[in-house]
Structure formats: C-alpha cells, structure tokens
C-alpha cells in the first residue's frame, strides 16, 4: 500500500460517567488506503466512537488521545475546528447509525441534500436540486420527486438510510465512513446501495470504512476487517477470511448466526472470556 | 385455528393528498394465533411499520379493522390496550425521551400501570437484554446504538404484554447479543404464551423466529409462507424468490 489515506495510531476515547471516566476506546491502531474497511464487533464496543473520533464529532467532554490521526496531510488531532468544518462532509463523510435521527427534522429531504451540496460543491441552488434529486434515484428511492418533499419522521427506516447515503455522497468525499448503512435495507436494494459505494472506491479511489454486524455481508464485501471487543481491536484479517477466523470471539460471533437452513431450538450466545479484554495487541 | 389473538382485516393507510399520495398499505390481512409468531419481510417502503404503527394506534387514521381476541381496538387506543399490547420501535429513539434518563422513562409505565417493586422490575428487564444496572442512569445519547435498542426492548417487556410488535428488534445489535435477545424472546413466548409480529429484513432471524411470514411490496401483502418455505426456497411469487435468492448468495459466500 502507498501513503495510507487514513492513519489512527494508539487512539483512546473515554467518555465522563457518574464515577469519573470510563474507557470506550483502549488504544486502536488501523490504517486505510483505498480499500473497503470493515468493522464488526461487540454491541457498545466502540465502533462508532471510532468513527466519530476521526470525525472530531465527540462530545466535548469526551477525552481524546492518539499517537496519531492522520488524513493524508492533515492531522485531525490537531486541526482547527474550522477546518474540521471544511473537511466534515466535504473530504469525509459519516452515514450515522439511527439516520432518521441525524437529519433535521425541521427541514425537508431536499433542502438538506441541497444544502450539504451547496456547503461543500460550487453548485447553483437549481444545480444541487438536480443532483439531489438524481442522487436519490440513484439510492433507488421510488417517486424522488415525493419523498423530496417529505420530512425525516415521514420516511421509512430504510428510505432515511438511503438518504443519508445520497446526501453524504454528493460531495464525492475520499474517505467514506458508513455506520450499518444498510442495517434497514431489504437484500435486493441493498446489493444496489453496496454496489454504489463499490464504485466510489473502485472508481473514484475513495476509501470507505463499513461499520457492520453483519458478518457475512462484511466477508463478502469489504476487503479487509477488524474485529472489536471491548474498545480493542482483536484481530484484523483479510474480509475473505472471517468465517474461517481463528480469534475465539471471533469464532464465537460466526456461531452465534441463526442459520438460515435448518431449524435450531436455541441461539448459541457466547462465553466471554475475560483474557480478551486483557490481552494487549500492537 | 382457535380465535386469533391479533387479527388485521382490509387495512389501508395513505398519506399526503393528490400528487403526493401514497398508499403505504393497500387492503393488508392477517390472524396470528395466541402464543404465534408472524413475520413481515419485503421491500424498504413497503408499509411493514406502518401495519404495525396502525395496529399500536400510534396512527389510528387507518381503514379497515384491527381486532384484539377478536375485538375491534379502541380509537384511540386506551390504557388496558396498551396493558395488552407493546411495540418495539425500528428506532429506538422514538421510544425513549432525549432529556430523560432511561431509569425515568422506564418508570413511567410501571407507575402508570400500577405495578409494584419497580426498581427491581427495572434492573430485572435491563439485565434480561444484558446491560448492567447502571445503565439505568444514563440519558439515550450515552448509550451505543445497540445498547439503546436494547433499552428499547426492555421497556416493552417491562409491562408483561401478551402481544408484542417487534419492528426490527435486533437490527442494530451484534450477532451474539443479538442471539441471547431472540433467545429471551422465544422463551418469554414459550412460558407465556406470548404472541408477536415481527419485521425483520434479516431472513436468518425471521426463519428461526416465525412460523407464518407475509411478504409485502408497495403497501400489499403479496403470499404468505411458513418458515420452511422460506428455508427451502418454496416462494410463489418473484419478488419473494429474489429475496431468498439473494440472502442465499450471502449465505453461500461464507
Ligand atoms: N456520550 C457518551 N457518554 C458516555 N458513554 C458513552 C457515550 N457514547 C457512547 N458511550 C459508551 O461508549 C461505549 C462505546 O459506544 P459506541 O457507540 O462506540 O459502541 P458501538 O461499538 O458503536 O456499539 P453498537 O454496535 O451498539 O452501536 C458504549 O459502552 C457506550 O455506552
Ligand atoms: N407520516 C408519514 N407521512 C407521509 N408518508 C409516510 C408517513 N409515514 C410513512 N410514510 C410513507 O409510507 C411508506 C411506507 O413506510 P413504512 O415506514 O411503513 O415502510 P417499511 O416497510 O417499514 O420500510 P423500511 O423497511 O424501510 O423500514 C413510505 O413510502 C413512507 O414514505
Ligand atoms: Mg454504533
Ligand atoms: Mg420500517
């Protein structure tokens, strides 16, 4: 891999709580160049903190350290808030988990896709109501033209998903982090939003972080994985390679999959073995 | 079949008027059996929340019937209704109050309902979908995706419902969270005889949950499968055998 688009080294977040702080992030290193980088894990086991910290979207009274954070040249660590205005939603974009949350209720899906493209592209109000428009199509929303005209609470689950995938893409961003951007998806157009975020690295050379519980959609599409537990990472592996893994909690996530063709009484839930939280990795 | 517990009959609901018209659910049907457990799968848009949401009441603008031991519901729903009958949220935002702390809004019930020992209630439920007692004092926005959907589940089982409409329950939690949540739940329905409608576009956890399974586009209930069906790819309809298929290529790539 050239120059990485993308390195975190020793990154630690912890957030205030009733007895000081408590560890949401205990030391993460990865690096992304222009690839599809997974992330599966544990429920609450700092993958979105992840995300948000290399958008500098945390809560102020989070606590912040890293050796480094680096989008190829600039450090995120340090870079002002106003630039950081420049580069969020511009050079990278986030698709939150809970996208019907995100999005302003107050205002319709258009203007905010019009705005967002305003923001971060030279285009003309009439300009950027056509590329949200095509944009939405694109995200196979049927009738574009109504659901334009909807506000967040009006969409449906998936449809709020779709739109803040189109309204992230517009801008054409280099680094694309996509929180379950497809959990509310059903499989046909699901395949068609992964194809398009496919391209956006393939042709476009973007790199895309996809944050996922989904393990075998993770295998199928991303290339690479890392696997969390607990605010570590516990073991990084190539995409093809996780339902063949070798980490016990990451064999413990494979078994735990309803299966899909035959019948079984009861879900295996796995033991946690406290060694994984101690086990420091490099 | 004894008397359905949940009984849908020719329930439409549209929004918006004129160009912006939708029929987001066209005449639908459907009986579960007490102690049931039917699925809605189909395509994104295609009226799944809404049947729900109109079944809860939170949208009585609705035509047509829902029948509870084959009893109208009441317009607006009432307290004994709701005593009977809980829904899980797709987002679990919607069922949680941003300014309060979880242990307020998970009160909130118990207290309307007139139930005793509440705090042991609370720390029972929270402990059910595994969060530690201390999660109870911490507002929505503290919490991780999985964890508030988890929330989200507890206070449904807070008030012991004997129907449950679960819209994507687990959508946001890992697998193995997610297999000790459908764990509790199957239990719950076994010893309880619960009833549940459940909406899911993960056909692993549809199969393992449900019997029944109706399949919706654009607003319509287009067939209705059982779980074997589902496994053993037996759709009549296209679009239900694109979905097989296309779950299968994933199950395939492992
Ligand atoms: N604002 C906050 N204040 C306090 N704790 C927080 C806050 N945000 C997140 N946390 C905690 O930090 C941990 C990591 O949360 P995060 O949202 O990163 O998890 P996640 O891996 O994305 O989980 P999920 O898969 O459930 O979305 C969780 O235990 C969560 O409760
Ligand atoms: N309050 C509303 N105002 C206008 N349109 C609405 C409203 N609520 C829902 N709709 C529309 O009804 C249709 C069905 O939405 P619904 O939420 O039931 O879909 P769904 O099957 O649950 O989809 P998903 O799987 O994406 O959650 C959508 O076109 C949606 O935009
Ligand atoms: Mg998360
Ligand atoms: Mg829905």
Redesign the interface.
């Known amino acids: 891999m050239s120059e990485p688009l993308l390195e975190v080294k020793n990154l630690r977040v912890a957030y205030p709580s009733a007895h000081g702080y408590s560890d949401a992030l205990r030391g993460i290193s990865f690096a992304l160049g222009r690839e599809k980088l997974g992330i599966v894990g544990e429920s609450g086991s700092g993958k979105s903190t992840a995300g948000r910290a290399v958008m500098r979207l945390l809560p102020p009274k989070a606590r912040v350290t890293a050796d480094a954070m680096q989008l190829s040249g600039v450090d995120l660590l340090n870079a002002s808030e106003r630039k950081m205005r420049d580069i969020r939603g511009g050079r990278i974009a986030m698709v939150l988990q809970d996208p019907r949350y995100a999005l302003n209720p107050l205002k319709t899906v258009e203007s905010q896709i019009v705005e967002s493209c305003r923001i971060h592209t030279r285009a003309s109000r009439s300009e950027a109501r056509d590329r949200a428009l095509a944009m939405l199509e694109d995200v196979r929303i049927r009738d574009p033209q109504r659901v334009a005209r909807l506000y967040p609470h009006e969409l449906s689950g998936g449809m709020g998903q779709r739109v803040m995938i189109a309204m992230m893409l517009i801008p054409s961003p280099e680094l694309v982090i996509a929180d379950e951007p497809t959990s509310a998806l059903d499989v046909t157009v699901r395949g068609q939003i992964l194809d398009i975020l496919n391209e956006r690295v393939e042709a476009q050379g973007a790199g895309l972080i996809f944050i996922s519980h989904d393990l075998p959609l993770v295998g199928d599409f991303c290339d690479r994985v890392l696997v969390m537990y607990g605010g570590q990472v516990m073991e990084e592996l190539a995409a093809h390679e996780l339902a063949r893994a070798t980490h016990p909690y990451t064999r413990a996530l494979n078994a735990s999959l309803p299966p899909l063709d035959r019948r079984v009484e009861e879900l295996i839930v796995p033991e946690h073995d406290p060694e994984w939280l101690s086990e420091r990795r490099a | 079949m004894t008397a359905p517990s949940l009984e849908i009959v020719n329930l439409s609901v549209a ?2 008027s004129d ?2 018209r ?1 029929q987001a659910v066209d005449n639908a049907g459907f009986r579960v059996a007490p102690g049931e457990s039917f699925g809605i ?5 295609s009226g ?2 809404t049947i729900l949401r109109a079944i809860s009441g939170l949208n009585d603008e609705y035509d047509g019937s829902v029948l509870i031991d084959g009893r109208a519901a009441p317009r607006p729903r009432n307290k004994a209704f709701f005593k009977n009958v809980q829904m899980v949220f ?4 919607s069922s949680l109050h941003p300014r309060r702390m979880i242990r307020a809004t998970l009160m909130e019930p118990l207290e309307i309902h007139r139930f005793d020992r509440r705090d042991e209630r609370i720390a029972q439920a929270l402990s059910d979908v595994g969060l530690a007692p ?1 999660f109870a ?1 911490r507002y929505p926005h ?1 919490l ?5 959907q ?1 929330v989200a589940v507890a206070r449904a089982l807070l008030l012991e419902p004997r129907i449950m409409l679960l819209d ?1 329950p687990t ?10 949540v ?2 509790l739940l ?1 239990t719950l329905r076994l010893s309880r005889g619960l009833t549940y409608v459940m909406v899911s ?5 549809i ?2 949950m449900c019997s029944r399974i109706a399949v919706m586009t ?1 607003g319509r209930i287009v067939e209705e499968l059982s ?1 074997d069906d589902l ?1 053993s790819q037996n759709a009549e309809q296209d679009y239900t055998r ?2 097989i298929t ?3 290529v ?2 395939a ?2």
């Open positions: 929004f918006g160009r912006a939708v799968i189909g395509e994104s848009g799944k929340s797709q987002d679990p935002y201390e004092y503290q991780s995706g999985g964890q508030r988890r994507e959508s946001a939690l890992d697998v193995s969270v997610q297999a000790g459908l764990n199957n576009h993960d056909l692993r956890v199969a393992h654009q779980a496994r694109e979905l296309a779950s299968r994933a199950l790539a492992e």
